[in-house]
């Protein structure tokens, strides 16, 4: 199961503490996120995900390629409600493609954790159908 984390400037610290608290959870996740985020959290947390470029350079639609394509399966993305971003057309392209696809969007940190225990749940479920 693919998981893309997200996160501008002024959330990048909140996205780091979420990632460090759930790290034993995430590690179960093939992760994904745009390029600066990635960085940090490698940097942070050790964690292995796969870089998309930075999100004003296009990081944002390439994650929403990955959805339209059903290759990520849940999205945390901690938006800065307060600052203008000048790729605002990709963010609004990233959240449709979501809603398009039906695909668990968090954007703040209380549905985060709500949507990862959703994903784990269901990461288990598969794991005991196998059995
Ligand atoms: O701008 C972003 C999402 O819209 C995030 O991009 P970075 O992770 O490269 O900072």
Redesign the pocket.
């Known amino acids: 199961m693919r998981l893309a984390l997200?996160?501008?400037?002024e959330k990048?610290p909140d996205l780091i503490d979420f990632a460090e608290n759930r790290s034993d959870d995430l590690e179960h996740f093939e992760l994904m996120?745009?390029?600066?985020?990635?960085k940090r959290l490698i940097e942070a947390t050790g964690l292995d995900i796969e870089r998309k470029?930075?999100?004003?350079l296009g990081?944002?639609m390439q994650i929403g390629a990955e959805i339209a394509s059903e290759d990520c399966h849940g999205v945390v993305?901690l938006?800065d409600p307060l600052t203008a971003?000048p790729?605002e057309p990709?963010?609004t392209a990233?959240l449709r493609i979501c809603d398009v696809h039906d695909v668990p969007l968090a954007t703040n940190l209380a549905s985060a954790d709500a949507v990862l225990d959703e994903l784990m749940d269901q990461l288990e479920g598969e794991f005991d159908h196998r059995d």
């Open positions: 997200i996160a501008h400037d990048k996120a745009t390029g600066t985020t990635g470029q930075s999100g004003p990081g944002d993305f938006r971003q790729h990709d963010i990233l």
